[in-house]
């Protein structure tokens, strides 16, 4: 089976911007879930979703939002970028989801707000 | 929030046996034990989970003490690709929280 994908995998904005960034479970996985990763904060839970509703989500202003896609992929947005939102971000899917399943994390898409 | 406590780091010798610890003192009866991996580079890799007992994969063993109070990865056989940060991380029933990643333990291992 194929991994997590995630595109893209390297992207740069400007501070104001919007970013989509997009995610393609496991085949058969409905949960997707998204962290955000920074040298500072470490790896924090932004939302999951499962089988198109979120079910779960962080502790995260509103400018971060999903979707999650009758086929499972999901897309994350960010709204209003800030310096602060560089960082890596990582989707990971689950056949069961949270709390019990086991994660399969993507690569991640590294985003650098200038 | 159920927090997890784990040691900054740790050195090993290559193909000796590891054993990482971690406190998690407020878990309650129905947090899952989940521990993962991150190589530099990588996103995280799942390594093993439980409840309440000790779980054996071909990666590794959890050992979960009786209290559920705290909990002890064993790599029975350490080698280089091991070297990684650990994160144990308890995830709650709920799952209202996701899986909520602390600093982790870095492991080092010495050839």
């Known amino acids: 089976k194929a991994g997590v994908t995630q595109t893209p995998r390297y992207l740069i904005k400007t501070r104001g911007q919007q970013v989509t960034l997009s995610c393609s479970p496991i085949?058969?996985?409905?949960?997707v879930s998204w962290y955000q990763q920074t040298p500072g904060q470490g790896l924090q839970f932004l939302f999951e979703?499962?089988?198109?509703?979120?079910?779960n989500k962080g502790n995260f202003p509103g400018r971060f939002s999903g979707r999650q896609f009758s086929n499972s992929r999901s897309e994350m947005n960010v709204s209003t970028l800030e310096l602060g939102d560089s960082a890596l971000y990582l989707c990971?899917?689950?056949?069961?989801?949270?709390?019990?399943?086991?994660?399969?994390f993507g690569p991640g898409t590294r985003l650098t707000v200038l | 929030d159920a927090k997890t406590t784990q040691p900054n780091s740790m050195e090993s010798n290559e193909e000796e046996p590891v054993h990482l610890p971690c406190n998690h003192s407020?878990?309650?009866?129905?947090?899952?034990i989940h521990w993962y991996r991150q190589l530099p580079s990588q996103g995280p890799e799942y390594v093993i989970h439980?409840?309440?007992s000790n779980v054996n994969n071909r990666m590794a063993s959890l050992a979960i003490a009786e209290d559920r109070k705290s909990s002890t990865l064993i790599l029975h056989r350490a080698t280089l690709r091991d070297a990684a940060v650990y994160y144990c991380?308890?995830?709650?029933?709920?799952?209202?929280?996701?899986?909520?990643f602390g600093k982790g333990t870095h492991l080092i291992i010495q050839p």
């Open positions: 407020t878990i309650s009866g129905t947090d899952y």
């Open positions: 085949s058969g996985h409905r949960s």
């Open positions: 439980g409840l309440t």
């Open positions: 979703y499962f089988s198109e509703t979120q079910r």
């Open positions: 991380i308890l995830s709650l029933g709920g799952g209202a929280d996701g899986l909520t």
């Open positions: 990971a899917s689950s056949l069961e989801g949270l709390p019990r399943g086991k994660q399969f």
